[in-house]
């Protein structure tokens, strides 16, 4: 029998091992918590809510939560993709854009002016 040698494992993998969070409702509930607190006129990436919830690696399930919530229950028109970019096709991205600019957000070209609308977290928000 011959054996092939392993391949070496990666910080980031490791770091990914690690983080991973079982699926709950407490994961959820961060999250929202988290897109609660971006303020009109504000905007984060999913990235940057999923981290401030306490699951840096999990961006994705943002987008998974903001899919399934029920319409007018989250904020979602302010959270973006990395770089400000709206991540969103078709009409719904139209209407991303279209509620952004009416709480006063600018777009430099596709993408949001970062620099000037993005929200930073602040730890002591998520206490308690």
Known sequence: MVRRPHRP?????VARYLLRAPRNAQRDIAFRKAIRQIPRGKVATY??????????LYHRQVAQLLRSSPVGSLPWQRVLGSGGAIKLRGEA???????????G????G????????????????FEG
């Open 47 to 56: 990235g940057q809510v999923a981290a401030a919830a306490g699951y840096p």
């Open 93 to 103: 991205a139209l209407e991303q854009r279209m509620r952004l600019e009416m709480e």
């Open 110 to 125: 596709k993408c949001v002016d970062m620099e000037a609308h993005q929200h930073r977290f602040r730890p002591w928000q």
């Open 9 to 13: 494992v990666t910080s980031r993998e």
């Open 105 to 108: 957000v600018r777009f430099r």
